[in-house]
């Protein structure tokens, strides 16, 4: 059974910092990898989106990475900012896709103290 | 364009009553999912649907939960005899589940369901 674990568990940092939020999985098999941010009475949003053939993807100020071998993907952002923060999740989905969802991480709480 | 919508945003029943809730995915998403993210724990995929094939419903918890889905429209979640563990935000998600690049999952709002 795939398990998704991020670390840390919660994170502040002063306006300005770069920072970077880790998440495992136990089984590489994998179809994809996303990282979301989930905001107080509100939904996720995606973020990115990292196909299991690649080794990253970049939007904006934000950049994620994977190593699949090793079961490992993180979360760079550049530049933090008071809206930055959120509760960031990890998710992957197993290969073969279609068969069933996505396997969350418990996600990381980030507070960027302006 | 519109995201996916939820209905009711909160619910508040009662031990043993029955109650359904709605998802109105992005039009033109083949996929849908239910997820439920109970205080203090991760999302939990409870089901998914892809276009007319019949659901995984690997992740649903107990035969109290049901889920349905017309096409490729409307599905509705039902939760019979409830109870208070079911207390939780039930979260809906569609995709254009395609490739792995557009496999890019949206989510709803949620339904804050609590049971007293």
């Known amino acids: 059974k795939q398990e998704v674990t991020q670390i840390p568990a919660a994170l502040s940092v002063p306006e300005g910092e770069n920072l970077v939020l880790n998440c495992s999985f136990t089984?590489?098999?994998?179809?994809?990898l996303q990282w979301f941010r989930q905001d107080p009475g509100k939904g996720l949003t995606s973020l990115l989106l990292?196909?299991?053939?690649?080794r990253e993807q970049t939007s904006g100020r934000l950049n994620a990475s994977l190593d699949k071998s090793s079961g490992r993907s993180t979360l760079y952002i550049a530049a933090s900012q008071p809206g930055d923060s959120a509760t960031y999740l990890c998710a992957v989905r197993r290969s073969g896709g279609g068969a069933d969802g996505l396997t969350f991480g418990k996600g990381t709480h980030l507070i960027i103290q302006p | 364009g519109a995201g996916v919508s939820q209905s009711p945003s909160n619910k508040v029943t009662e031990k043993g009553k029955d109650v359904e809730l709605r998802c109105d995915p992005i039009?033109?998403?083949?996929?849908l999912y239910w997820y439920r993210q109970r205080l203090g724990q991760g999302l939990e995929f409870l089901i998914y649907f892809q276009g007319n094939s019949a659901p995984d419903k690997s992740g649903l918890p107990s035969d109290r939960f049901s889920a349905e889905r017309t096409g490729e429209s409307v599905s509705t979640l039902t939760i019979q005899r409830t109870q208070q563990e079911d207390s939780a935000v039930y979260l809906c998600?569609?995709?254009?589940?395609?490739?792995?690049?557009?496999?890019?999952?949206?989510f709803g709002p949620g339904t804050r369901l609590t049971v007293l």
């Open positions: 990292i196909q299991s053939s690649q």
């Open positions: 089984d590489s098999a994998i179809y994809n």
């Open positions: 039009s033109g998403h083949t996929a």
């Open positions: 998600a569609s995709s254009f589940y395609g490739t792995p690049r557009t496999d890019t999952q949206y």
